[in-house]
């Protein structure tokens, strides 16, 4: 019976999914999603004042980038996230490497940047705003400090485990110490350390939405603020809905560019 | 004057949990000549291995010395090639860059960096396989390229560690052959660690046993079988006899290696 319909049996564990079918199905979910949504909006089961209809979403969207300039709240937010991740990023990734490539840098800054990872940045948000303002300034910091320790401590924990042959091999071809590190340790991680900045990119929009709800007067979370004053829960849930599309386009963006620069880990 | 002399070197890893010390390695003295080609034989946890890290310079003896060319050995370094059990290639490399590695480290002109590898490529018998990934490779074919990449260094000494331990049968007497024919070319000396008796008659011109731990060097014994060597060598009454001495050497090791264990 399996060999005659295929399509009707439950996959064996593990089976791998065919290209078309993964598409397809990823796309099934978000159909029956605002489907669901829809049916219990349109349909009369929950109060339009605490959540608005698929189709009062998409109409207040519109409303929000033609007659107020939403685009520019986006463009600020997105400039926001990427401009601090980025200084996160530069400051973060060569700490990294160092403290799991030498064992005294890790003793000397592991404990402190594993304290300094669990200090909340949302909590962060109103002290900044003491020492650098309602600026973008501040917006960065907020970014930067939820970010950066997150990297620094997993790049050194990947860089940490290294495979240790590798590194062997490398010193009987005759690297040095610094060699070693840059031809075993930073290509050989390079990967990780790609999908370690994607998942830390993710936090970082929970962190600039936190900072623009609370002083500020742009971007998609002061929108969103304000949209609260006006029990516009269609905007608000737009607002939403505009951040997780542009996660899921950078996130895409860095698969991407993962498959381009390793192509060897898909071989 | 030896070309490398293992000089009462021991090595005793400090006991782990408080418990006592391991004497991996009794002091040893084994002195190698330029184009020998030996073949440690020993059961597993005799501390052959521990004796070639320590010739390689990634592992240090607890007493004594390694002179290469009458200096002493204090760290791992480009004059003696390593090729691993595991397989060590770089992941990120092609089979050219990979062999390319130690060249590239050393600066080597562009131009003579090709030249290298693609003779190296050639005597390995990959050709075709040069932009493949280490992934892309059989078992097989990624050890020839870990020789051809210790070779492509001009080492003054070749340390093998079981470099066919994980072949199957079929592929690891292929490779035998294929060192061996190598070897016969270019007189390397060599350092081949392994734990299989026909393995390293057929291949080495010195087979040194080693007993079961602590290790120590029990037998050294010449392989006088001639050159060129064929693989129906396997066959005659020659290599059995050297095999049935060997297997007697070494299975009153293995037999106490086992009870340890």
Known sequence: MRAIAPRLTMPRPLEPVGRASRIGLGIAFFVVFVAVWAAATLGGFVSRTFLADPITMVMDGWTLLTRFGFAADIAVTVWRVVGGFILASLVAVPLGILMGAYKPVEAFLEPFVSFARYLPASAFVPLLILWAGIGETQKLLVIFIGSVFQIILMVAVAVGQTRRDLVEAAYTLGCGDRSVVRRVLIPANAPDIAEILRLVLGWAWTYVIVAELIGSSSGIGHMIIDSQALLATGQMIFGIIVIGLIGLISDFLFKAANRALFPWRLA | ?261
């Open chain 2, 1 to 261: 004057m030896s070309k490398l002399l293992i000089d009462g070197v021991a090595r005793v890893f400090p006991g782990v949990h408080g418990g006592a010390p391991t004497r991996a390695l009794e002091p040893t003295t084994l002195a190698v000549e330029a184009n020998d080609f030996i073949a440690i034989l020993g059961p597993s946890g005799c501390g052959k291995s521990t004796l070639l890290r320590i010739v390689a310079g990634l592992d240090r003896p607890t007493s004594g010395r390694v002179l290469l060319d009458a200096r002493e050995v204090r760290g791992p370094g480009a004059d003696r090639g390593m090729v691993f059990q595991s397989y060590t290639l770089f992941p990120w490399l092609s089979v050219a860059q990979n062999i390319a590695f130690g060249l590239r480290e050393r600066r080597l002109p562009p131009a003579e960096q090709d030249r290298i590898v693609a003779d190296y490529v050639e005597r390995v018998g990959l050709r075709g396989f040069e932009r493949h990934w280490p992934k892309q490779l059989s078992g097989g074919m990624q050890q020839r390229t870990a020789i051809a990449r210790a070779l492509a260094n001009d080492p003054q000494i070749m340390l093998l560690d079981e470099p066919f331990g994980a072949l199957d049968t079929q592929t690891r007497a292929l490779m035998q052959e294929l060192l061996l024919g190598i070897w016969e070319r270019e007189r390397k000396t060599v350092l081949f660690v392994t734990h299989d008796i026909e393995e390293a008659i057929f291949i080495a011109s010195r087979v040194v046993v080693m007993t079961a731990r602590p290790g120590r060097i029990k037998a050294d014994i010449a392989i006088d079988l001639p050159h060129p060597r064929h693989y129906t060598l396997k066959t005659t009454p020659e290599f059995s006899a050297l095999k049935a001495r060997l297997t007697e050497e070494i299975r009153a090791e293995a037999v106490l290696a086992a009870e340890a264990h």
